[in-house]
């Protein structure tokens, strides 16, 4: 069993930053992927970023790519999502979430989750 509990929401003016972390609490934090997740009000929740259990690879929602970048520290069981250049519709909650996948130095933005946290409201305006 996993908790995973995110911080670091809030608002923030357009072309800010700020970096959210999700810590997570259970055993073997290597042998998960953890990922990103985000929904806007009204609309569908969507993927934004993963990263395998090593940290070694990563994926980007393409609306995210090359702003947001995804890291995960194991010894500290907490992994990151720095955003820069944020704009108006990067608001949303966000949701970390993780999935057991031993072994693996990839992941995917389609594997469905076992594991949620609650959310940070990220909030994007000037």
């Known amino acids: 069993q996993l908790q995973l509990v995110e911080s670091g929401g809030g608002l923030v003016q357009p072309g800010e930053s700020l970096r959210l972390s999700c810590a997570v609490s259970?055993?073997?934090?290597?042998?998960?992927?953890i990922s990103w997740f985000r929904q806007a009000p009204g609309k569908e929740r969507e993927g934004v970023s993963c990263?395998?259990?090593?940290?070694?690879?990563?994926n980007y929602a393409s609306s995210v790519r090359g702003r947001f970048t995804i890291s995960r520290d194991n010894a500290k069981n907490t992994v990151y999502l720095v955003m820069n250049s944020l704009k108006s519709e990067d608001t949303a909650v966000y949701y970390c979430?993780?999935?057991?996948?031993?072994?693996?130095?990839?992941?995917?933005?389609?594997?469905?989750?076992?594991?949620w946290g609650k959310g940070t409201l990220v909030t994007v305006s000037s």
């Open positions: 990263t395998d259990g090593s940290g070694t690879g990563a």
């Open positions: 979430a993780a999935v057991w996948r031993p072994g693996l130095r990839v992941c995917s933005l389609t594997w469905d989750m076992s594991y």
């Open positions: 259970g055993r073997g934090l290597d042998q998960y992927a």
